[in-house]
Structures are given as C-alpha cells and as structure tokens.
C-alpha cells in the first residue's frame, strides 16, 4: 500500500518561504502526474500545482510566480518550494497522485502571519 508522507510546513512570517517535499513509499512517482493540495480551516481542498510525467507544470492562478512544484523520480519526492507566502496561504498541505488519489498522508501544516 502506496504511503505519502508530507513534511517541511511550519509557522512564517508574511513574505517568507517555505519548501515542503513528499516523499511516498515505493516506486510511484515516474509515470504520474503529482499535484500538491491544501485545505484550509472550514474550506474544500484545493490544488495549487501540478507536474506532469514531461515535467510541464499548472499552477493555481492565487500561487502563480510564488509557488515551484519539481519532482525527482529517482527519489520519489515532489517538493513545493513557497515564496513571498501570504496569511491566506495558512492551510494543511497534501501531495497526492492527480488521477485515481491514493490514500491522503497527514500533510503538513502551514502557518503564516501577517
């Protein structure tokens, strides 16, 4: 059974950067397309990026030219670097495969303060 597990969250100040990166459990990664997703308090999760097999990338049009999604098959990692946050992206982030979802991980919880 496929196990993601999400780390590199914590509390920012505005304008700071965080890098979150994914790490799942067995060969997965190579031929899907990953995507990073986050859930605020109260609200539905959402996707804020994804890459494809060829690398090609989408973003959120609330994260574009802040947020870099990259992936290394060879090691079964999708990071997410952040930069220049907002308070309004203080959610629990998730990585997960775009089609056909394994098992949601923890995730990982951003904070950023104003």
């Known amino acids: 059974q496929v196990q993601l597990v999400e780390s590199g969250g914590g509390l920012v100040q505005a304008v700071g950067s965080l890098r979150l990166s994914c790490t799942a459990s067995?060969?997965?990664?190579?031929?899907?397309?990953m995507a990073w997703y986050r859930q605020a308090p109260g609200k539905q999760r959402e996707l804020v990026a994804l890459?494809?097999?060829?690398?090609?990338?989408n973003y959120a049009d609330s994260v574009k030219g802040r947020f870099t999604i990259s992936r290394d098959n060879a090691k079964n990692t999708v990071d997410l670097q952040m930069i220049s946050l907002k308070p309004e992206d203080t959610a629990v982030y998730y990585c997960?495969?775009?089609?056909?979802?394994?098992?949601w991980g923890q995730g990982t919880q951003v904070t950023v303060s104003s």
């Open positions: 067995g060969r997965i990664f190579s031929g899907d397309a």
């Open positions: 997960n495969r775009v089609l056909m979802p394994y098992n």
């Open positions: 890459i494809m097999r060829s690398g090609s990338t």
